[in-house]
């Protein structure tokens, strides 16, 4: 049946008039002779899988630019609409026609209603009340001057053949310009590192407040703007709002928690609750459409007086990615089918369009400014204050939207704002990298490795984590290191959290809550289970001092933010999980390959000494009558030492029996060595390898009889020599160790070139562990204890690896693999691994 399409001929886009057959939703096949195309059903399938591929394609294509999702989405409703690809009268008729529009529109608004209700379901009111009264002026700021500035240009863009009164669209210009979208802001803190920052922390508490205040300016735009009888009318919206309100917070808010305290502790949320939910979102939705307010509105109140808790992050979890992946891309694209940039026709146009841009971004930049100095903030984070203030998104799209539907903007006014929104968004993060660049002034520091840190010294570690899972035995090996009032030890935690698309795993750093009160997401949940948990250690051990942290990063990034940190606080060791963990067989499988990936960029550019801990388990030794039985496996060179001199710490444990087996070469292994130096003549190169590696033994000679002298009448130090001429006597030496053992130590040896372990890396499955990591680390070899694989950190340039310099000669802004050139010779096939990697 063909589509009957009547039009007004004054007006062709906003008079249609569309006939079609109702019964028309599925086809009975192309058998059949059927187009799918003139059925809804098929149409509307292959119309979101065009609209999701389009803006994937666009969010890969402008990653590397580092734009935020939003962009790519606007701008993929713009290329599928009337100014790229629907300039193809054929194309648009065959993938969009008339016809469509409605069902696309109606699941597009669908999308927009459960994805508005979890932004008020992640949202928190009471960061407005612990940030005070400069995030709300900087968000006060921030709207009034782009409102204003909106307000002043409203004669060069309103169409005075219109019906609409200026101040309705004042109103609406204004607010979509004053606007800061709080999802995309996220999004762009952590793109900039910025998240954890004083900055980032006012800019997301800002912009809650934003979001705040532009929903109830967008229910009074919209009370005002019926053309006809609007006085009495619009109170009663107002009224009705007012009510709907109230009605919420009073009356539904404490029924739903009432709900929620029906379920048993630790149980989870019941399917009928979820439900009970859900159907809310559609009757709030349905209610404030009905009393003349949009129907997001009612959905974004209902989000926010879900409690957090439980319920929360099951709505969160079970909605947010088919709703933000699938649905809301839709809403961007009936954006874009409605966006004819053709209609910016003319210079001056587009040049009033730049002004607009340019103005509306200076103006909350000078108003945020304003505020900044009267708090005393530093002059360049007042600036990037007000450009990140500047983020478009979402709320934006609505707000135009709702006044192209009530005709308060016609098709040019909303061409130039949908612009302005891309230009607006674009410019932030380029912007924000020129001007932010805070002064990095880093103390230097001596103690950047284990055996420089004194035990009479505070002992400063960085523990990185991504899971709950290596809490108990990360805690445990802290606490085996002998925590004293002479040696308290610092220890700083570090959550790291992907960044992804979602906005609710961003706002677990903006949101610190109260001690007990439930979690909002899931990364939220582990994130409080890994605090928690260490400071009850930080209660139950004495002379510990804990401080959590949390990390957003791309994985390929994080690295970034381990090195940042651990310089900043000027710690002596970090310590980071295996990428492996333990099966229930006893094997190790890998977790996320890109787990391995952050660990061997942290390895290369660690401002410190870094210890990998493989996981098998480590019980308690305080609270528990069992000791441990530390195991150390020395073969000389820096990180041996460094192994040694963590072990040695540990030593000092009452509960703790450390065994030192030390492994020398025989006469083959000495003759062989002999042998090859012999062969290669007067290559200056392998001299110095020689030079250096027989400086390396008069260090590991220095330092074992330092340890031995100091530890004599130590009973539970065990020193044992064993006498291997290549690594098969070495596998075997090791394999001869009992199995009492519940940790070993070993160095990761890179650099290090010996006889003894000659061989072993033919095979190893992790090379960046070293020979001897990788094999205890192995599945094949059979290893119950836990194993931590240590790097000594040796300094930016040559020389004694024990003379580590004040401060590296670079500062750890910007980390590459490169940069592992640059450590000492040491280093060489580190740098020369991680680089063919």
Avoid at 454 to 459: A, C, G, S
Avoid at 802 to 818: G, K, M, R, V, W
């Amino acid at each position: 049946m063909a589509d009957i399409i009547v039009t007004n001929s004054q007006n062709k886009t906003e008079d249609a008039i569309v006939c079609y057959a109702p019964t028309m939703i599925t086809t009975t096949g192309i058998w059949q002779g059927d187009n799918p195309l003139d059925y809804s059903l098929p149409l509307f399938i292959l119309q979101l899988t065009l609209v999701v591929v389009v803006t994937r394609i666009l969010v890969y294509v402008l990653k590397p630019i580092r734009q935020p999702r939003v962009i790519a989405e606007i701008v993929g409703g713009v290329i599928l609409g009337p100014s790229v690809l629907g300039r193809s009268s054929k194309f648009a008729n065959t993938v969009f026609p008339q016809r469509s529009v409605m069902v696309l529109e109606t699941m597009a608004n669908i999308g927009l209603l459960y994805f508005l209700f979890l932004i008020g379901v992640e949202m928190d009111i009471a960061v407005i009340h612990r940030n005070g009264k400069q995030a709300l002026s900087i968000a006060i700021a921030g709207m009034i001057l782009p409102f204003l500035i909106g307000s002043s240009f409203f004669s060069l863009l309103h169409d005075k053949s219109q019906n609409t009164k200026e101040g309705t669209f004042i109103l609406f210009l204004g607010l979509a310009l004053s606007v800061t979208s709080f999802p995309v802001l996220a999004r762009v803190l952590a793109e900039l590192k910025l998240i954890n920052t004083e900055i980032g922390r006012i800019a997301m508490s800002a912009s809650l407040i934003n979001d705040m205040l532009a929903w109830i300016v967008l229910a009074f735009a919209v009370a005002f703007t019926e053309n006809e009888s609007m006085t009495l009318a619009s109170i009663w919206v107002i009224l009705s709002t007012t009510a709907f309100i109230c009605v919420c917070f009073f009356v539904v808010r404490p029924l739903i928690a009432m709900r929620i305290r029906q379920t048993p502790e630790g149980e989870s949320i019941s399917e009928f609750n979820v439900c009970l939910i859900l159907t809310g979102v559609m009757i709030a939705g349905f209610i404030t459409d009905v009393i003349g307010t949009h129907s997001v509105f009612g959905a974004f109140v209902f989000g926010l007086i879900i409690p957090n808790g439980p319920l929360g992050l099951t709505l969160v979890e079970r909605l947010e990615d088919f709703v933000s992946g699938l649905l809301l891309p839709l809403f961007f694209a009936i954006s874009g089918l409605k966006t004819e940039i053709s209609a910016i026709d003319g210079a001056a146009t587009w040049a009033i369009l730049c002004v607009v841009i340019f103005l509306s971004c200076a103006g909350k930049v000078i108003g945020v400014v304003l505020v900044t100095i009267y708090y005393k903030m530093p002059f360049y984070e007042g600036v990037s204050l007000g450009l990140l203030m500047n983020a478009k998104g979402l709320i934006e799209m609505i707000v135009l939207n709702v006044g192209k539907d009530h005709k308060v903007l016609d098709e040019k006014s909303f061409a130039i704002m949908v612009m302005v929104a891309i230009g607006m968004t674009a410019i932030i993060t380029p912007a924000v990298t020129i001007v932010y660049k805070p002064s990095r002034n880093f103390v230097p520091y001596k103690r950047r490795t284990v055996q420089k840190t004194k035990l009479d010294r505070e002992f400063r570690v960085l523990v990185s984590i991504h899971t709950p899972r290596n809490v108990p035995t990360i805690i445990n090996l802290l606490e085996a290191s002998y925590p004293t009032k002479k040696s308290p030890i610092s220890i700083y935690v570090l959550h790291l959290v992907e960044l992804t698309g979602r906005a609710s795993a961003m706002l677990i750093v903006h949101n610190v809550r109260k001690s007990g009160r439930p979690a909002m997401n899931r990364t939220q949940a582990q994130s409080d289970h890994i605090i928690n948990a260490f400071e009850n250690f930080e209660k139950n051990v004495g002379c510990v001092y804990v401080q959590p942290l949390t990390a957003i990063s791309p994985y390929s990034t994080m690295h970034e933010d381990i090195c940042t940190l651990a310089e900043d606080k000027r710690v002596a060791l970090i310590i980071i999980p295996f990428h492996k963990q333990q099966t229930v067989d006893g094997g190790m499988e890998a977790t996320n390959p890109a787990f391995r990936t952050i660990n061997q960029n942290v390895l290369a550019n660690a401002p410190c000494s870094v210890g990998i801990l493989v996981d098998r388990g480590l019980s308690g030794s305080t609270r528990s009558t069992v000791s441990h039985h530390v195991a150390i496996l020395f073969f000389g060179g820096p990180d041996d030492r460094e192994a040694l001199a963590y072990a040695w710490r540990m030593s000092e444990h009452p509960n703790i029996n450390l065994t030192v087996m030390r492994f020398l070469p025989g006469e083959t292994a000495i003759e062989a060595t002999r042998s090859n130096s012999t062969n290669n003549g007067t290559d200056h190169r392998i001299l110095t390898v020689v030079t250096e590696a027989d400086r390396e033994k008069r260090l590991d000679e220095e330092y074992v009889k330092e340890l031995r002298e100091r530890t004599t009448n130590n009973e539970s130090i065990v020193y044992t020599e064993r006498v291997v001429n290549h690594g098969e006597e070495t596998v075997a030496a090791i394999r001869s160790i009992d199995n009492s053992h519940d940790l070993f130590i070993v160095g990761r040896g890179q650099g290090t070139v010996s006889p003894l372990t000659a061989g072993l890396t033919d095979w190893s499955e992790c090379p960046e562990l070293g020979a001897i990591g990788d094999l205890l680390a192995s599945s094949d070899f059979e290893m119950t204890a836990s194993v931590l694989i240590v790097q000594q950190y040796v300094g930016m340039g040559t020389g004694d690896p024990l003379a580590t310099p004040d401060s590296p000669s670079q500062h750890y802004e910007h980390f590459n693999i490169d940069q592992t050139n640059s450590r000492s010779q040491t280093r060489e096939q580190h740098s020369s691994f991680h680089s063919q990697q």
